[in-house]
């Protein structure tokens, strides 16, 4: 019999898409009746809009009209209403949360009306004890929602432990670990048998991405000194460490990414380097022979795919790719025949997963904490609970109730106002901004007297001021997982701009007001706000040419500005700075052919801005974090080291110029644990 659900007061049956009440049916069209199952397999969970419309309407794409429209059919027949949710909540920028309560039953076969009204009276007899059962099945390995997991330190060192890895061969630990921000990162290894803790590597460079091969008994790792990157592969001696130590084969001098190793430890995984107009592909380095394999070469709007591990039998492959911003997929391949087997849309970002031992479902995490399960035999990804105290980044998957995980104290970024590195200027009094959590996205105020920024924990990111007396107040809150590419003031100091989960947004600073210009479908750029102040310029690619709009405030026309570029910055009436889609960046002067500035590291208004004659832009050389500028007259370059082991490089010059605010990275305090229920 098809498998049924008590959804509030209504029998839900899912295969049929027939909700039914004290005995009368109602059936429901498919495109409600999917929307109904995805909320219902994820009760009491916030579903974002673009994860529901590409479950939904994985075929075409569509506005967020249709899936308003869908919602209202779906509330109409739940007899719900928006405005006193008894049923389906709207959770303003994030979703939609299904908050009856749902049990799992088995449908019934046709009987009459009356049977069926018994039947009815019996399930609500039983409701409180199938509650309690659906309780156990709606977080990880039965977990209940008042009982924390166990948490066991694997590392104590004082500093940061990153890129781990785990050998069940030899049961050791392989991570990267530094005691202080400015030191480089080195290798250790330690012994989970006698607890004994070794470094391996003592040079001035920086040791990273290091795995263990499938016995345990070599690693493959990366050295980084300067803008210089390789790839080695050694032997592991238990006494004396790396032995053998010798480089694999160059790329075509690209900077490529160690990934996973093969299941039989003859190739290892690579990553492609990141080129702004193409998308990660994966590919497959043979140890004996060097040959290099492509293995994946995605055509996807997005980053394409950054993460993959093979399967503990090694006959599958599973993948992490990014279609869009925003959105990504879990797709697993048959390595013997390339065939598809399984490909999900994510219902939360993931940046790393560990298949469990046996092979049967893989559990994807990210950096907040948030957590899917994905079971091959059903084909069924479930959001599970997220977990808090900076638990992140699973690296292992140690049985059915344990994970191994890292975990950090969550204040890794803080704020840092300076002089303009190109001005020498020893002396002047700046602002001390040492705020709790991890802070981003530094914009002066117009007139300099307070601070807009953003602030990220394990419960949410937040746009927030502060004013000159260091007191701090929220905008507007976004959940966890929000994805927050950009925010800009315009030049009147009323309103923000930014692009969240993909989408240009427009706060209005007095009203706390905030609105879409483009919708989850459309594939837009960040937006900039005109020399103005009165409209805001954005692209959105359409079959694969990007065109930069303009909208207006007073107005709220949308009207094509010019063809080919994805981000554009006014000068003034005859000069303009255009930015395309492999982030050069020209000068557009008009009746003159264009002039090409610089290379950009990234388009985002955060991390280049024109001052005067100058056009500013950060980039990391190697692990060195550069300020770099260059003179829109003369075309004459400077350049300024900013810090070392400084992974974020946003920025904001006040109106002279004479003052940056900087988003400077602490050593936030981190450690290897396994967590257990």
Known sequence: MPESYQVGEFLYDSQRGILTRDGDDRRVEPQVNALLKLLVEHAGTTLKRDMINAHIWSDRVVGDDALRATIRKLREALGDSAKAPRYIRTDPLKGYTLIATVSTKRAPTPESKLLQRHRWAIALAGLAVLAAVVTLVAFPFGVHKDSPPKVELLTRMNGSEVSPDYSPAGNRLLFSHRANKDDYLQLYVKDLQTRQVQRLTWEPADYASALWSPDGKQIVY??????ELQHFLAN????????????LPANDNKKSYLLAWSRDGKSIYIKDKADPALPFGIS????????LITVTAPSVRGRGDFFARESANGKMLALLREVERGKQELLIMDIGTGSLLHTRILLQPADRFAWAGDDASLVLSNFSGEIQEFELQSDQLTIRAALDGGINDIFFHCGDQCLLMRQHNGNFLDLQEQPNPFEHRPLMASRILDLPGAEDFPIFNRDES?????TRDHTGTSVRYMDKLGEARALFNLPAGAELGSLQLDAK????????EGRVFLFNLAHGEMVYLTSGAELAGFPYWSRDGNGLLFSKTESGNPTIYRYSLASGAVEPVVQDYIASVEIDRENSIQADARNNAWLVTHNKNPELLATLASTSPNRWQVHGDWLYFTEHEGNLAVMQRVNLKTGVRERRELARNRFRLNFDLNAHGDRVLFVK???????????TW
């Open 493 to 500: 100091g009323e309103h923000l701009a930014g692009l969240l």
């Open 665 to 675: 990275s602490l050593l936030a305090e981190s450690n290897l644990v396994k967590v």
């Open 222 to 227: 990366s050295r980084s000194a300067g803008e």
């Open 284 to 291: 497959k380095l043979d140890l004996e022979s060097g040959k």
């Open 450 to 454: 307070g601070v807009y920024f953003v």
């Open 236 to 247: 592991f001696d238990p006494d004396q460490g790396i032995l053998h130590e010798q480089p």
